[in-house]
Each structure stands twice: as C-alpha cells, then as structure tokens.
C-alpha cells in the first residue's frame, strides 16, 4: 500500500486467526486517502524489522 494517510497505532493484540503462530503482536493500521465512498486499510505488523501487511480491508461509507 503506498500514499497511506492516516496511521492508528493499535498497540498489542492476540491471535487474529486461529492458526496465527503468535500468541502476542504489536500492529498498526495504515488507512489510504479517501476514493470516492471508501478507502483501503492494511492491518500491519510492527515488531522487528520493516511493517508488513497481515490483512488488507475497504472501508465502505454507507448511507442509512
């Protein structure tokens, strides 16, 4: 993901899945600029060397 714009620093969590080989991990999650009614987001590890990507979701503004 590149031209993220917002950054949310979640701190630790546990497993996200239920194979996932780490009890404990610290992420964050990186949010791209606004298109159109949504934006991309990436779920990303921290620990260690580079970030990289765990999980990648669209965010989807819906009218009520």
Known sequence: ???QAFTIQCGSIG???AND???N?????????LKGDGMDAELRYTEGGDPFPMAGMKLMRVAE
């Open 1 to 3: 993901m590149t031209g």
């Open 15 to 17: 497993k996200i899945f």
């Open 21 to 23: 080989p780490l009890e």
């Open 25 to 33: 991990k610290e992420v964050e999650l990186w949010v791209g600029p």
